[in-house]
């Protein structure tokens, strides 16, 4: 079974920190994938990666950075955390192998910001 | 843009009542058409998919049909259970080897015994 796995599942940060989110994938996939979801907005692509040392800026990248220096392994940084960055955050990961892509999810992290 | 639109819940149903839970999308070209589903306090997974018109996706008695004639794609079960609550994601995927899927914003599904 595929499996993915973030770091925390609840997190509490203040106002200005420097958060690091991270995510693992134990079956070699390729690419990986940060999403925020918040109700009535479902999920949104922050930030997407194809390959190590590859990123792509997704749909609202705006006050997030993202590190791949391992293929299983895929950060998310905010840089200073804000209020309005309060949200769950999801990781993903799917194989160039399959025309499908189908996405495997972490269980998520539930960031709260003061 | 690609988008996917889903009926807004929640959907509250009894036990053992059919479901129908609304997706239309717009995409150019033939998209891969998925729903995927989250338990509470869980991650995303796929439920079903299909990948060209009239494909019927099909999973733990859950379908969806992929219309094309009216760029739908919407969930069915003949019978739900308690175990069926949770939160249900339409989405897809743009044909031509692009990696990124485009989700709907969700309709939660509460079933009562």
């Known amino acids: 079974d595929v499996k993915v796995t973030q770091s925390s599942r609840y997190l509490v940060k203040r106002t200005g920190e420097k958060v690091f989110l991270e995510c693992v994938q134990d079956?070699?996939?390729?690419?990986m994938f940060w999403y925020r979801q918040d109700p009535g907005l479902g999920l949104r692509l922050i930030y997407f990666s194809y390959d190590v040392k590859m990123k792509e800026k997704g749909d609202i990248p705006e006050g997030y950075s993202v590190s791949r220096e391992k293929k299983e392994r895929f950060s998310l940084i905010l840089e200073s955390a804000s209020t309005n960055q309060t949200s769950m955050y999801l990781c993903?990961?799917?194989?160039?192998?399959?025309?499908?892509?189908?996405?495997?999810f972490g269980p998520g992290t539930r960031l709260t910001v003061t | 843009g690609n988008s996917v639109t889903q009926m807004e819940g929640p959907v509250t149903l009894s036990e053992e009542a059919f479901l129908t839970i609304n997706c239309t999308y717009t995409?150019?070209?033939?998209?891969?058409l998925f729903w995927y589903v989250q338990y509470p306090g869980e991650g995303l997974q796929l439920l079903l998919k299909?990948?060209?018109?009239?494909d019927k996706g099909s999973n733990k008695g859950f379908e969806a049909t992929y219309r094309k004639e009216t760029t739908s794609f919407h969930l069915e079960k003949g019978s739900v259970q308690v175990s069926d609550s949770a939160v249900y994601f339409c989405a897809l995927r743009a044909s031509g080897g692009y990696q990124k899927v485009t989700f709907g914003t969700g309709t939660k599904l509460q079933v009562i015994p």
């Open positions: 079956m070699d996939h390729e690419n």
């Open positions: 993903a990961s799917s194989s160039q192998g399959t025309s499908l892509y189908e996405q495997y």
């Open positions: 299909a990948t060209k018109a009239d």
């Open positions: 995409a150019t070209g033939y998209p891969s």
